[in-house]
């Protein structure tokens, strides 16, 4: 079964960094688009970055573009976001997702699994 397990969450300080890591199985990694999403209390499940399966095209929401990078390994079956200058308003669960093919998409309605999230809090 496909399964997408997050990790790395925590509790930082505003301009903090923590890098999460989403590890997969059961299923052919390299050729899958993934994305991560995050959901505050209160809030949709919106869209953060995405990277297709090469590794070398990505897409980032306006709000972490230039403090979030998103990149793959994989012999390891792992996605990464690597999150600096964190900000209180990045505070949410965040969860990674595989897409339902290759390309990477910012619309929640191109992926079909999800982890079950890790959380991500940040004080000011």
């Known amino acids: 079964e496909v399964q997408l397990v997050e990790s790395g969450g925590g509790s930082v300080q505003a301009g903090g960094s923590l890098r999460l890591s989403c590890a997969a199985s059961?299923?052919?990694?390299?050729?899958?688009?993934m994305g991560w999403f995050r959901q505050a209390p209160g809030k949709e499940r919106e869209f953060v970055a995405a990277?297709?399966?090469?590794?070398?095209?990505?897409y980032y929401a306006d709000s972490v573009k230039g403090r979030f990078t998103i990149s793959r390994d994989d012999p390891k079956k792992t996605l990464y976001l690597q999150m600096n200058s964190l900000k209180p308003e990045d505070t949410a669960v965040y969860y990674c997702a595989r897409s339902t093919g290759g390309r990477a998409s910012i619309r929640i309605f191109d992926y079909d699994y999800w982890g079950q999230g890790t959380q991500v809090t940040v004080s000011s």
């Open positions: 059961g299923f052919r990694f390299s050729s899958y688009g």
């Open positions: 990277v297709e399966w090469t590794g070398r095209i990505t």
